[in-house]
């Protein structure tokens, strides 16, 4: 699967439009790739031109509407001129209700419950795991979804009984998942960051001893097993054969060990997520 990461700045009035850059992920067999890109064939002199024209048409009353807001001598009167403003971009009819109910995206191309829902560390951030389509999914079919999840949870067959549906009804999967960033990722320390345009990137690049499937059922996955002492103070881990850490090229750099995860369990408690500095 692969999840391309862009970010892309306009500045209205402005002579320097910002480069993009596309942070790749590539993921396979067990490792991720990371790549940035410079997009060098785009004339930003054209591109700023148009932009400017389209930004006009579309915009350009409520950008003056804003402006004359910014005037006003009095905070009612500031509002007032702003409602005016909003009035304005939402009859230029230029936004879409990509988000609703309290944040979840009302218009995807992602599988409901493709990812796990758990609010346990990053795995509803783990992308390999999200069924997306080539088109937009009509309610009808989110709905159907959302029902054949609640239908299968816990029975370990709701991927293939969701793909399987999605054939029926004419969607195409596909092996990419695009999404966006408000930020620039700052870090590959999973353990010394407490931003998510960090995790969100990172946690695609490596596996736990344990994750939550997209049935939300904990499950191994660095780890082939564990088990509990009688008076559950120790739990051992069993940790899967043939492992290994590679390097962003898939070149492997030495086998999984135990100590591996005492190491790292060392460092998460000295770099506390990085809240320490």
């Known amino acids: 699967m692969i999840g391309k990461i862009s970010r892309r700045d306009f500045l209205k009035g402005s002579a320097a439009t910002a480069a993009s850059l596309a942070l790749s992920m590539t993921f396979a067999g067990g490792f991720s790739q990371s790549v940035v890109q410079a997009s060098e064939d785009i004339d930003f002199d054209e591109y700023y031109t148009t932009s400017t024209e389209i930004y006009n048409e579309v915009l350009g009353e409520f950008y003056d509407a804003y402006m004359v807001s910014k005037d006003a001598e009095t905070v009612s009167e500031r509002y007032a001129l702003m409602a005016v403003a909003e009035a304005k971009i939402m009859e230029a009819a230029v936004f879409l209700p990509t988000n609703s109910n ?42 159907a979804l959302k029902t054949l999840w609640n239908e299968t949870r816990g029975t ?6 969701a793909r399987a549906y999605l054939e029926e009804h004419g969607y195409e999967v596909k092996d990419e998942y695009n999404l966006t960033y408000n930020t620039d990722p700052v870090t590959w320390d999973a353990l010394a960051t407490s931003l998510s345009a960090d995790s969100e990137a990172i946690v695609n690049t490596y596996d736990g001893l344990m994750l939550y499937d997209i049935e939300n059922e904990l499950q191994p996955a660095l780890a082939e097993s564990y088990e509990v002492s009688e008076d559950g103070l120790t739990y051992t881990f069993h940790i899967r054969e043939g492992v290994s850490w590679v390097d962003s090229q898939g070149r492997e750099v030495a086998g999984v060990v135990a100590d591996d995860f005492v190491a790292g369990m060392q460092h998460m408690m000295d770099a506390q997520g990085g809240l320490n500095t």
């Open 156 to 161: 370990g067959t709701y991927e293939s009984e």
């Open 102 to 143: 309290g944040g979840s995206y009302r218009l995807t191309r992602v599988v409901p419950y493709s990812a796990t829902t758990t609010l346990w560390g990053n795995d509803s951030d783990r992308y390999f795991t999200m069924l997306v389509t080539t088109e937009m999914i009509s309610l009808e079919d989110y709905n």
